[in-house]
């Protein structure tokens, strides 16, 4: 988490899905790995907390983009 600002709260966390590490788990045998990526955090180790969500979603509002859009653009 970069440059705290004290006047926020906590924006996010360590993401739950993989432990912070970033990396999907294996696939099961027999399965082909679709990707060496979390799914749920796209190898960025961190997930939005409910206040970063909150964030997240006022700037697409304000913007005006499709949760399509917004999902890639902030989570590659």
């Given at each position: 988490m970069?440059?705290?600002n004290s006047q926020?709260?906590?924006?996010e966390e360590p993401?739950?899905?993989c432990?912070?590490?970033?990396d999907a788990p294996p696939a099961r045998p027999g399965e082909m790995q679709?990707?060496?990526?979390?799914?749920?955090c796209k190898g960025h180790k961190v997930a939005?907390?409910?206040a970063g969500q909150q964030?997240?979603?006022f700037v697409q509002r304000r913007l005006g983009l499709s949760?399509?859009?917004a999902h890639r653009s902030m989570f590659g």
């Open positions: 970069h440059g705290h926020l709260p906590p924006l993401c739950t899905a432990g912070g590490t970033g679709t990707s060496l990526n979390c799914a749920t939005p907390t409910a964030l997240l979603d949760e399509k859009e």
